[in-house]
């Protein structure tokens, strides 16, 4: 079974600083990886996707990369702002059901103003 | 485009009542919802698969009758929690696909409701 995990599971940063979440999964045989953004008690906020022939996706100051046979993602967040504060969560599809997700644990980030 | 919404956003009830949770796809036709449940400061749980006009797929250990699940239309998907007791509080969320050309900007991905928090007493 499929096991995603994300560390840190928290991190508090200064306005500005440039950031690193990470992601890993078990089962390389992946169809897509996708990175969320929860806000408390809200839905989730697809930010980038990234198919599995693919290495990296970017979306403004967003950019997230995929190592598929380390199993490993990364989301850079550049020049962070407090609107960043937020729960990052990245969630994975299995190649032999593109519609079922695993997603990790998240991490919960602080930008502090 | 693609805009999920659910129904109600809170409800308390009391142990033993049923309680129904609507998702709705309100700007397209969803041929597959998902119901997810998260407990605090944990991640997404997938609890079941529903395919308009056919019965849902339960994940392994989550109770078919006791989350019943209905996909009636290809814009509507309820879950019923029944005899809610308080170990089922938590947050349910649910999400749409479609494989209908043009209907959503992503056939690859998943459109998240925004959550319906229960507590039972």
């Known amino acids: 079974k499929q096991e995603v995990t994300q560390i840190p599971a928290a991190l508090s940063v200064p306005e500005g600083e440039n950031l690193v979440l990470n992601c890993s999964f078990t089962d390389s045989a992946i169809y897509n990886l996708q990175w969320f953004r929860q806000d408390p008690g809200k839905g989730l906020t697809s930010l980038l996707l990234i198919q599995s022939s693919q290495r990296e996706q970017t979306s403004g100051r967003l950019n997230a990369s995929l190592d598929k046979s380390s199993g490993r993602s990364t989301l850079y967040i550049a020049a962070s702002q407090p609107g960043d504060s937020a729960t990052y969560l990245c969630a994975v599809s299995p190649l032999y059901n593109f519609n079922k997700f695993y997603f990790g644990s998240g991490t919960k980030l602080n930008v502090k103003p | 485009g693609a805009v999920v919404s659910q129904h109600p956003s809170r409800v308390i009830c009391k142990s033993g009542t049923s309680v129904k949770i609507e998702c709705r796809s309100l700007?397209?036709?969803?041929?597959?919802m998902f119901w997810y449940r998260q407990f605090p400061k944990q991640s997404l749980m997938l609890m079941a698969t529903s395919n308009e006009g056919s019965k849902a797929t339960y994940e392994q250990g989550v109770e078919k009758d006791k989350f019943l699940i209905n996909h009636a239309s290809l814009t509507l998907s309820t879950l019923t929690v029944t005899s809610a007791h308080p170990e089922d509080s938590s947050f349910y969320i649910c999400?749409?696909?479609?494989?209908?050309?043009?209907?959503?900007?992503?056939?690859?991905?998943?459109?998240f409701g925004p959550g319906t928090r229960l507590t039972v007493l």
């Open positions: 999400s749409a696909t479609s494989e209908i050309a043009g209907a959503v900007p992503s056939t690859d991905t998943q459109y």
């Open positions: 700007d397209f036709q969803a041929t597959t």
